[in-house]
C-alpha cells in the first residue's frame, strides 16, 4: 500500500492550489484520510481530515480558505486551497489509516510530501 500525493506547486499571494493523493496497493478500506503541513524549522501540523463518512476538521488557520474532499471510488483525498498566505508555504503531507487485504490489519501510511510555494 503506499500513498502518492501530487499538486504542489510555487504560487502568488491569493492564488489557489489543488492537492491530489491516491492511495494505492492491496486495499480492503480506505479509513480517515488527511493533511499534514511541515513549515521550514517548524513542526509537522494537521491541516485538515475527513473521515470516511465525509466529515472534516479544519486546523484554524486554513478555515474558509481550504476545503477537504474525497473520492471513495477511486481512494484519494484532494485539497483545494484557496486565498494562499506565505505562512501557507510548507511540505503537504498526505495521510491514510487504511486497511489492507492480506490479513485485514490497519495500518497509518503517509505519502512522500509535495511542496507548496506561495510567495510574490
Known amino acids: 500500500v503506499q500513498l502518492q500525493a501530487s499538486g504542489g506547486g510555487l504560487v502568488r499571494p491569493g492564488e489557489s492550489l489543488r492537492l491530489s493523493c491516491v492511495a494505492s496497493?492491496?486495499?480492503?478500506?480506505?479509513?480517515?484520510m488527511g493533511w499534514y503541513r511541515q513549515a521550514p524549522g517548524k513542526q509537522r501540523e494537521l491541516v485538515a481530515v475527513?473521515?470516511?463518512?465525509?466529515?472534516?476538521t479544519y486546523a484554524d488557520s486554513v478555515k474558509g480558505r481550504f476545503t477537504i474532499s474525497r473520492d471513495n471510488a477511486k481512494n484519494t483525498v484532494y485539497l483545494q486551497m484557496n486565498s494562499l498566505k506565505p505562512e501557507d508555504t510548507a511540505v503537504y503531507y498526505c495521510?491514510?489509516?487504511?486497511?489492507?487485504?492480506?490479513?485485514?490489519?490497519?495500518?497509518?501510511?503517509w505519502g512522500q510530501g509535495t511542496l507548496v510555494t506561495v510567495s510574490s
Open positions: 495521510n491514510s489509516g487504511i486497511t489492507d487485504s492480506y490479513n485485514y490489519n490497519y495500518h497509518d501510511y
Open positions: 496497493g492491496s486495499i480492503f478500506r480506505v479509513n480517515g
Open positions: 475527513i473521515t470516511s463518512g465525509g466529515g472534516t
